[in-house]
């Protein structure tokens, strides 16, 4: 079953405006996390903003916000103020509890945001 | 800023061939993995590693595949003998302590096997 759903294979989005790329998931675990990871064409995958299933506020980091709805398991990354260096492909992630105390994360298809000029 | 490093950034191999993908983690973290992306598709976790043992391995990670860190620095994942259908971008990354949840990646080794 799938884990993790990003129902937008493609998004695009003006300069300078916001955009919101969607994330529902799936688990039992009333422990876990949700992460958004950002891939540009160049392919590393770099760690933009995490949001835990206790915390009370939702995550921001700069630009970056997670709407955490958790009744409704969505955990959707929103992008203000688009710069076309944001052109990228995003990939929401949960970790699952794994061995020991360890863990893994689940990665979801991922969205190719296009910013436009 | 400290980051995860790989190498090499591509391999191309032979079929049936080993290789060894080298990553060095950020220094203080404790916990290590390896993830595989097929072209085109979603990341897929390979292997967790912890106080130099495997904590968790996925159904990909069969007897072919083997993880060491040889010594303070290196992680390494070595394919014994290579597959067409391990062609893939690697990725190693490292995560800092247990209530840390972060995992930060590398940017990646392309395997191509031909």
């Known amino acids: 079953a799938q884990k993790i759903t990003q129902t937008q294979p493609g998004m695009f989005v003006q300069e300078k405006e916001a955009v919101t790329l969607d994330c529902t998931y799936d688990?039992?675990?009333?422990?876990?996390?949700l992460f958004w990871y950002k891939q540009p064409s160049s392919g590393e995958m770099i760690f933009l903003i995490y949001q835990g299933s206790y915390d009370q506020q939702n995550a921001t980091e700069g630009r970056y916000s997670l709407n955490f709805q958790k009744a409704r398991k969505s955990a959707n990354l929103v992008i203000s103020a688009s710069q076309l260096g944001d052109s990228a492909m995003y990939f929401c992630a949960m970790r699952e509890k794994g061995g020991g105390s360890n863990y893994k994360l689940t990665f979801g298809k991922g969205t190719l945001l296009t910013v436009n000029p | 800023e400290p980051e995860v490093t790989q190498t090499p950034s591509h391999q191309v191999t032979q079929m049936g061939q080993e290789v060894i993908l080298r990553c060095v983690p950020i220094?203080?973290?404790?916990?290590f993995y390896w993830y595989r992306q097929i072209l085109g598709q979603k990341v897929e976790f390979l292997v967790s590693?912890?106080?130099?043992?495997?904590?968790?391995k996925s159904e990909i990670f069969d007897d072919q595949f083997s993880v060491e860190r040889p010594d303070g620095s290196n992680f390494t994942l070595k394919i014994r003998s290579t597959k067409l259908e391990d062609s893939a971008m690697y990725f190693c990354?490292?995560?800092?302590?247990?209530?840390?949840?972060?995992?930060?990646f590398g940017p990646g080794t392309r395997l191509t096997v031909t």
């Open positions: 990354a490292s995560r800092l302590a247990l209530k840390t949840y972060e995992q930060y």
């Open positions: 220094s203080n973290h404790l916990y």
């Open positions: 590693f912890y106080n130099n043992e495997i904590s968790e």
């Open positions: 688990t039992s675990d009333p422990s876990y996390g």
